[in-house]
DNA sequence: GATAATAGGGAATGATCGTTCCCGAATAAA
DNA sequence: TTTATTCGGGAACGATCATTCCCTATTATC
């Protein structure tokens, strides 16, 4: 179940929520049509079920690619490399669904958006807990604003995603050491 | 013509290309149905130019809340601003069609994947020539990497759409002030 | 003033959508 | 072996979609 909902997950991510037909989920699951709706009430069912798989697996991976790093400011830097990266290529044209939930229906579905506010809202919670762990262990000075420096970089990360979703080109470690002047 | 087009913007904005319906458009655009397709080919055809007709607005008030700083730091400062103040409240959970075009079809439609593509390097080169005005001012500092701080900065502004389209409030001058740091 | 041309309005149309219903195979129970 | 039950598959259904067609005023032309 949990493969099959991965591939709900590429369809969704690609092709958004409407232009997605449960033709198209079916086939992307290899299941028929009644075995959508034997496992799932509706279309928005199985978008919320992929949705809250997507975000399990996104949110590890957030957080094993900060654990990358040694201290604070090192965890922040990887965390924003893995952003980046997974903004740009295939993955990135793809697209993700949490900005993909936001921008179509975050005003047309108020369990939608709950779900992605809820993910936007645990992601930057764990940029601000990175950046005081920076804070406490002296990688990160400490007159660095926590809150508005964690919603800026939230803005950034969502932002990556959308350009990466237009393919223009976006070079890792060069938006990276920028982005960490906001921590000087 | 444009009092119609500038209703199907909002129309477009809030819900998207897939959800809005020719119903949709023709109520808001107080038309009947044979008069939309007498004047548009087909309903991308609408969207296209409720899209030049956004963008063109949208530069021109880039443009003048720029032109309020007096030096290309407060320029960029109050362009900034501008985005953000945008990116809140009404207008901000509306949503922008630059941003709703590239999430929703620029996987699916080459010509409006052209035509965000175009918008979005038309904004980061105006970006990047404020900065170039403020290294010539002396109010950036030369060590400042144009055209990755412009893109960053883009990133910032794409981001920060898609964060008030999910309604989490924006600080203008908070977010701002940190944001300023990348041009140090 | 009569006629041609145009623009706007809305019903009809075919396609596609999401959803439901029912069938057949496979498994478990008797 | 026979019967009951579950589960996956796919045809059928009503609704809605984008689009086309045609009708009716209104304007312009002769």
Redesign the pocket.
Known sequence: MDTALDRAVRVFCERGY?A???????AAM??????????F????A?FLAAFDRYAAVRREQTRSAAARGSNGRERLRHMLLFYVEHSQGIEGRRGCMVVGGTVELAALDPQVRARVNAQIETNEAFIAGLIREGQGDGSIPAHVDVDDTARLMICITQGMRVVGKARLPLDGKRLVGVAMKLLA
């Open positions: 409407h997605t037909s449960i033709g198209d989920l079916t290899r299941l028929a049509t009644g075995s959508v709706y034997k496992a009430r509706d279309k928005q199985v």
